[in-house]
């Protein structure tokens, strides 16, 4: 809409421009042939010459002062209207550039979830192969290698609990965390004696240590305590 207004502007000054040379060029030839048709009657002028003189300079002299005028008009309504035309560019510019930002960060959260997701799918998956082979090893007596499966089952399944945003999810993993918990609290209630466990690295058991007790609850926390009193890194 603005572009036609400025168009419509530009060709009205134009317009106007032609139309005052058309009016002061006829002018012009109105009074020479005045001044023809004065000599054609034998009418003296003496100073025809600089009468001729005058008359233009005044001629030139209306023209310049309405130049003057007008041009720096033209000039001002043109720079109003470029300079509207360019604010509703880099507007629409700007506009454009946030919407991309916006479709960006849209996506980039999709993508964010996506990856959530599968993060948190794999997981669980990895948890249930720990318990599985847990399960396998103290069917074999090999307490040792069950307790650090069973450990990393527990690390996984908190994992799923800071990440996820399903409550409903998290409860019922919750629910499995605290069962591996008490199970291997009650089969490690009545021992004393540390098992020493040296594949694991101390870095790795730490981590593994902290991540879980982010999650628990108080009592949870106190079963679990009292299990990692019986693992001793070697």
């Not at 948890?127 to 007596?141: I, M, P, Q, T, V």
């Not at 609850?217 to 305590?225: A, M, V």
Request: hydrophobic fraction near 40%; aromatic fraction near 12%; glycine fraction near 2%.
């Amino acid at each position: 809409m603005k572009n036609t207004l400025l168009n419509l502007l530009y060709s009205f000054c134009i317009t106007i421009l032609l139309v005052f040379s058309v009016i002061s060029y006829h002018n012009n030839n109105i009074l020479e042939s005045r001044i023809n048709s004065l000599n054609k009657n034998n009418i003296d002028f003496n100073s025809e010459k600089t009468y001729k003189e005058d008359y233009y300079i005044k001629q030139l002299d209306r023209d310049t002062n309405l130049l003057l005028v007008f041009f720096p008009l033209l000039v001002g309504f043109a720079s109003l209207f470029t300079f509207a035309n360019v604010v509703q560019k880099l507007g629409a510019t700007k506009t454009e550039i946030e919407n991309k930002i916006k479709e960006k960060e849209t996506e980039w959260e999709e993508q964010h979830k996506r990856l959530n997701s599968l993060e948190i799918d794999l997981n669980f998956q990895v948890a249930g192969d720990c318990l599985d082979s847990a399960k396998k090893y103290r069917n074999e007596s090999d307490f040792k290698k069950a307790l650090v499966l069973s450990l990393k089952a527990m690390e996984k399944y908190s994992q799923i609990l800071k990440i996820s945003n399903n409550e409903e999810y998290k409860i019922d993993i919750y629910n499995l965390l605290s069962s591996v918990i008490t199970y291997d609290f009650e089969l490690l209630k009545d021992i004393n004696t540390p098992f020493e466990i040296n594949d694991v690295l101390y870095t790795t058991y730490n981590k593994r240590i902290i991540t879980i007790l982010e999650v628990l609850n108080k009592e949870d926390s106190i079963k679990f305590n009292n299990i990692i009193s019986k693992y001793k890194i070697t």
